[in-house]
T-cell receptor
């Protein structure tokens, strides 16, 4: 079974802190994604990576950065957390292949910024 | 940009009922996903389809490319089916970008 693991399920951070959210997948997927999910807004793409050290901005990249130094690991960084970044963050991965791109999600990380 | 609309937003059913959730999108796509999210956050992919119909257990997903519409059906619903069901579409030519609907909250009462 494909497993996408997010390191922290629940975090509480102070405004201005630097926050790292880690995600690891075990299926050698090329694509990895970070989304945030807010009530009434659905899932929105923050950043996408299609290979090691490669990244593309999604729909809402402001206030976030990412790092992909190894294929299995994709990190989301909040350089200076703000209260409007309180949300649920979901990591996902997918394989690029002729059979399509079934997507696999992690369990989510609930971040509260106070 | 593709717009994805789901209906209904909320659905309450009695155990055993047949359930249908609908998804419409505005622009041509290469694939459509149905996802399930239980309380607590994790999302599971139920189906990915680009044409026709797929079945897995009590779940059936259909898509009509010409009408830009997909449906998710649950037969003999059970309380454990209670979850948020999310439709997501991948645009033609894109290998990764998904546009998500806002989800349908399904509650199945015993």
């Amino acid at each position: 079974d494909v497993k996408v693991t997010q390191s922290s399920r629940y975090l509480v951070k102070r405004t201005g802190e630097k926050v790292f959210l880690e995600c690891v997948q075990d299926m050698d997927h090329e694509n990895m994604f970070w989304y945030r999910q807010d009530p009434g807004l659905g899932l929105r793409l923050i950043y996408f990576s299609y290979d090691v050290k490669m990244k593309e901005k999604g729909d809402i990249p402001e206030g976030y950065s990412v790092s992909r130094e190894k294929k299995e690991r994709f990190s989301l960084i909040l350089e200076s957390a703000s209260t409007n970044q309180t949300s649920m963050y979901l990591c996902a991965s997918s394989f690029v292949g002729h059979s399509g791109n079934t997507i696999y999600f992690g369990e989510g990380s609930w971040l509260t910024v106070v | 940009k593709n717009e994805v609309e789901q209906s209904p937003q909320n659905l309450t059913a009695q155990e055993g009922e047949f359930i249908t959730i609908n998804c419409s999108y505005s622009v041509g796509i290469s694939a459509l996903h149905w996802l399930q999210q239980h309380p607590g956050g994790g999302i599971v992919s139920l189906f990915m389809l680009s044409s026709g119909k797929k079945k897995h257990g009590r779940l059936i997903a259909t898509i009509n490319i010409q009408e830009k519409h997909s449906s998710l059906h649950i037969t003999a619903s059970h309380p454990r089916d209670s979850a948020v069901y999310i439709c997501a579409v991948r645009g033609g030519g894109s290998n990764y970008k998904l546009t998500f609907g806002k989800g349908t909250l399904l509650t199945v009462n015993p």
